[in-house]
């Protein structure tokens, strides 16, 4: 009996023993595939991660590379935009500014105002807008010009302007002086009409209409605009806008506006960074020493570059014309074609009155016609308060001695003749 409960113990305990090991079993393959799967999941999210880590590195990289790629095709484009200006000319200014973008210029770095563009020559280029235009460039005369096609060079300035004498009593012009002054010193220069002021018709002076006012241009290969006066005051107004009257011996009698008018109201209807007027005294100075500055000879003999009495050089350019003077019965004037005339050359014995531009002879830092061919009205006022001078000298004046850039004479303000005629300037204003 005893023997036989033992054994019933011995069973009882191997299936306890038994049970405990199914038990720790389950449990342990529970655990094992609790651990695989987040060992698994681990492995999965960092792989995931990794995946997605290198996934937007590589689409930085390649954003890197495209924007390099666009900034290098748009730095192309503009280079070849710029090249193409620097070629062809750029288009009308919208503002005021200089050639590489600053508001302010200098005198080596001049201001293009508004409503104007820059205009590439043979000796003077104004870049490509980078940086400013060379020293030589603008020792050579930039050129700029309007939407019509007036053409204007920009005279450098670093010294004050001269003193001149003015008619104070005229309310406009001390205004316009001390502005006029204000803007060169302030933007370091001014520009000065590339050609002599032309008529886009012949002027005829003596006949009928002859100084009737014409439509004024400063562009190559126009009529002298000649037989003009300095201007009339109108009673009352102090613009000198009233017509003068021209006559000529009584034979016939015409009306026309006189320099000063026509300088200042050039761009009257126009948005532009400019105001007009007829070249001052000081102004015509600063020109000088502008060609004194290049070797131009402007104080003893300019003839070997200026259209005198008696100059002889060759033409080859078409379109120039020559006024051809002849004296018999009746006084006739006409423009008559350079090779009709003289063939290539001048003639030593007479005076030629030259359509504007005619060559590049003639022209001295992109302006043309500053020694002779037309003598050329300024605001400067003579000593006796009277008078205005005119500069420059002529082609139909006989004396040697006149045949010089800085040859000035006085005339009365409702003066007129075949040699005489203007030139504007323009100053800078702020917008």
């Not at 006084?331 to 030629?352: D, K, M």
């Not at 003579?382 to 004479?409: C, E, T």
Request: aromatic share 10%; with cysteine.
């Amino acid at each position: 009996m005893k023997e036989k409960s033992n054994k019933k113990q011995k069973e009882n305990k191997i299936h306890q023993e038994n049970g405990i090991t199914l038990v720790a079993l389950i449990i342990t393959i529970i655990v094992l595939v609790i651990l695989a799967a987040v060992t698994i999941s681990t492995l999965v999210q960092d792989q995931f991660i990794d995946t997605a880590m290198k996934g937007a590195e590589n689409y930085a990289v390649a954003q890197s590379n495209e924007v390099s790629m666009l900034n290098g095709m748009e730095n192309t484009l503009n280079g070849a935009i710029k090249t193409i200006k620097a070629i062809n000319g750029y288009e009308i200014m919208t503002e005021t500014q200089t050639i590489n973008g600053e508001k302010i210029g200098k005198s080596q770095n001049p201001t293009i105002p508004k409503g104007f563009k820059p205009v590439n020559t043979s000796t003077s280029n104004w870049g490509n807008g980078d940086e400013a235009p060379s020293e030589n460039a603008v020792n050579n005369g930039l050129v700029i010009e309007d939407e019509t096609g007036n053409q204007f060079v920009w005279i450098p300035v670093t010294e004050t302007l001269r003193t001149e004498n003015l008619n104070e009593t005229v309310t406009f012009e001390k205004k316009e002086y001390d502005d006029m002054k204000a803007s060169v010193e302030k933007y370091g220069g001014f520009y000065i009409g590339r050609y002599e002021a032309g008529s886009t018709t012949e002027r005829k002076g003596w006949q009928e209409n002859g100084n009737s006012t014409t439509t004024m241009v400063i562009k190559r290969d126009q009529y002298p605009y000649n037989y003009v006066g300095w201007g009339k005051k109108e009673d009352g107004i102090d613009d000198y806008s009233e017509d003068m009257i021209y006559t000529d011996e009584g034979l016939n009698e015409n009306n026309g506006k006189g320099a000063v008018y026509l300088c200042r109201h050039m761009y009257d209807t126009k948005s532009v960074g400019v105001k007009s007027c007829l070249c001052y005294g000081s102004q015509w100075t600063a020109i000088l020493n502008f060609l004194k500055k290049a070797n131009f000879n402007v104080d003893t003999d300019s003839s070997s570059w200026g259209n005198f009495y008696g100059s002889v050089f060759d033409i080859t350019r078409n379109g120039v014309k020559s006024l051809y003077i002849r004296n018999d019965t009746t006084i006739e004037a006409r423009y008559l074609p350079w090779n009709q005339i003289f063939g290539s050359f001048g003639s030593a014995n007479t005076g030629n009155l030259l359509t504007t531009g005619a060559t590049d002879r003639n022209m001295a830092n992109n302006i043309y016609d500053i020694a002779g061919n037309c003598a050329e009205w300024t605001m400067e006022l003579a000593a006796d308060n009277i008078k205005r001078f005119a500069v420059g000298s002529s082609s139909l004046q006989f004396d040697k001695p006149s045949h010089i850039a800085s040859y000035s004479r006085l005339y009365g303000e409702t003066n007129w003749g075949i040699n005489l005629s203007f030139r504007p300037a323009l100053y800078i204003i702020d917008d």
